[in-house]
């Protein structure tokens, strides 16, 4: 039965993650968008569900709440900065994540600062019996989880994203086509903040208890790394990422029982792992455990599988 | 179709454009050639919004555009390609023939959520122009190729091919024939000329390959040192001294000769 427990505590961290990752994949794999602060979407998710919620608002207006904010922060972050190019671009991100946590940790008011925020709601806690409540709330975060990958996979597959495939290369091509860069910038960053946003929330509720801790920059790596390694420009790698790593990360909790290192060491040597893991599938499969598909169009009067 | 009036640009204290003014005629090929950094192709990119000018006026189809960032400029039917090729690498020759198309229906984040009829059906029907350019082209076997995977010169076709579907009126071309084969130039200009007279096209080309310009363009002009030096038919140009002193240097007057045969009459 712990057992059992812990695996649905994993694929509900997973799916979670999942959500996560499929953001900062559309930033990055899709749109080409350097962003070293996507926890500061997850953040202010997190956050924006717990206090409407104590609000007295009910759960899902909490949730459309973490996925409103965790949108408009992307927008208010993309308006001053999508005309610089890559890397200040993403200097700039990495500033936004930790403003966002600091005025977490210090907006004592409304984050109960350091010592966060308990007793966050749960859905329909009282109608669920408790024993499966943990299966529900999976089945929660599958749907959601549904619904964020459906959007993606529309996006991606149309003029939208092929836009955004143009953007991630180079501005001057796509300028010269016409298409406004710097709004797809925007539009681009604001889509993916808003399903971190999302992610955010349903932490939220999760966990039922929030601080700053929880929005480490650490969230950001680990997010990166799930993109990286599950492969950048697919969203099925995404997933695929956001469970090699969920795994890897709370492995080392069976580790302490068979060797003999302390816990504390144990817990530090998992981001370890995690780059070791990082570098090998970069040297042996530096497209990621799923590749980007090609998107191969019939051709009339050609062989239907032409090219690969 | 576009008037280029008095202008300057200066990168620091390097005047690239020194006053530069000259029009493009409604259907017609345009050439414009000088000696490498005479300014081409930085009024390439003052033109088509990529710098902006420091004074000077530019109008397309009488409208004034030089305030105009390059979307926009692009949007109205002027559009142009790069010395470089910029083909998005990881794209298939085919997506990139999409990203040319103007207005289209997806490209907003609702109505590629939720119009996607509308969407197909728009698609098919770009689908299907893309592939006659590429057969025109010569590239339809390479459509799902992507585009990082062509040869130079068929990175320059791929540029052309681009412009066709844009469907603009006014297509600037920066060297289309830099770095490309013989038989492979032929087939580009007969190209530019097939769009010129069966599309209607108007086109402006930096260009160093002499024999492109005297055999399609109808006019060219001559830029050195950020200044207009001359203008004309290419046959013409081609016998201007001016243009002969700006590519080939100053031709030295033999001022030792000419002292000599002074001596004389004065001596006489």
Not at chain 1, 11 to 31: D, E, K, P, Q, W
Not at chain 2, 155 to 168: E, F, I, N, P, T
Request: charged content about 20%.
């Amino acid at each position: 039965m712990e057992l059992m427990n812990f695996l649905i505590y994993l694929v509900t961290m997973m799916s979670i993650y999942g959500i996560l990752a499929l953001g900062l994949n559309f930033h990055y794999g899709h749109a080409g968008l350097v962003n070293f602060g996507h926890v500061a979407f997850f953040c202010v998710g997190a956050y924006a569900s717990t206090l409407v919620t104590m609000a007295g608002a009910p759960f899902l207006v909490g949730v459309l709440a973490a996925l409103i904010s965790g949108a408009l922060l992307g927008f208010l972050i993309s308006l001053p900065t999508s005309k610089l190019s890559v890397h200040y671009w993403a200097i700039c991100t990495l500033g936004a994540g930790e403003i966002i946590r600091l005025i977490a940790l210090n907006e004592e008011w409304l984050t109960q600062g350091a010592f966060g925020i308990p007793g966050i709601s749960q859905p329909l806690k009282s109608i669920v019996p408790a024993v499966i409540y943990p299966v529900f709330y999976l089945i929660l975060v599958f749907i959601f989880l549904g619904i964020v990958y459906l959007l993606t996979e529309l996006l991606v597959r149309s003029p939208f994203g092929r836009v955004l495939k143009a953007i991630r290369e180079e501005d001057n091509l796509p300028l010269a086509m016409g298409k406004n860069v710097f709004r797809f910038r925007i539009k681009a960053l604001s889509i993916g903040a808003a399903f971190a946003g999302l992610a955010g929330g349903l932490y939220a509720h999760y966990i039922t208890y929030i601080s700053p801790l929880d929005f480490m920059p650490i969230v950001t790596f680990l997010v990166w790394a799930m993109v990286i390694i599950g492969g950048k420009g697919n969203n099925l790698g995404s997933l695929v990422g956001a469970m090699v790593i969920v795994i890897f990360y709370n492995s080392t909790r069976f580790l302490k029982d068979y060797i003999p290192i302390s816990a504390d060491t144990l817990a530090s040597l998992r981001m370890v792992v995690i780059g070791i893991l990082m570098i090998l599938v970069l040297l042996f499969m530096n497209q990621g455990l799923v590749r980007e598909k090609k998107r191969v169009y019939r051709i009339p009067g050609e062989k239907p599988d032409a090219g690969s | 179709m576009l008037a280029v009036k008095n202008v300057y640009k200066s990168f620091g204290g390097i005047k690239a454009l020194n006053g530069v003014s000259l029009k493009v005629e409604t259907g017609s090929i345009v050439g414009l050639i000088g000696p490498n950094g005479s300014g081409k192709t930085t009024l390439f990119n003052v033109i088509s919004g990529f710098y902006s000018r420091d004074s000077g006026e530019i109008y397309f189809k009488g409208e004034r555009i030089d305030d105009f960032p390059p979307y926009e400029i692009a949007m109205r039917g002027l559009s142009r390609t790069f010395q470089i090729s910029k083909a998005p690498r990881r794209m298939t020759v085919l997506e990139n023939m999409f990203l040319a198309y103007k207005e289209q229906i997806g490209e907003g984040v609702l109505s590629a959520l939720f119009r996607w009829g509308q969407i197909s059906k728009q698609e098919r029907v770009n689908l299907e122009k893309a592939l006659t350019i590429l057969e025109l082209t010569g590239l339809k076997n390479s459509s799902n190729e992507y585009a990082g995977n062509l040869s130079g010169g068929q990175q320059k076709l791929l540029s052309l091919s681009r412009m066709m579907v844009a469907d603009s009126d006014l297509i600037l071309l920066d060297e289309p024939t830099a770095g490309i084969n013989l038989t492979l130039v032929a087939e580009l200009m007969k190209l530019i000329k097939h769009f010129q007279v069966k599309e209607n096209k108007t086109f402006f080309i930096v260009e160093h390959n002499m024999r492109v310009i005297s055999e399609i363009c109808d006019m060219v002009y001559v830029l050195d040192s950020g200044k207009n030096i001359a203008k004309g038919e290419p046959e013409k140009i081609q016998k201007d001294e001016k243009v002969l002193k700006a590519y080939l240097g100053t031709v030295k007057e033999d001022s030792r000769e000419k002292k000599a045969m002074l001596n004389e009459t004065d001596g006489s």
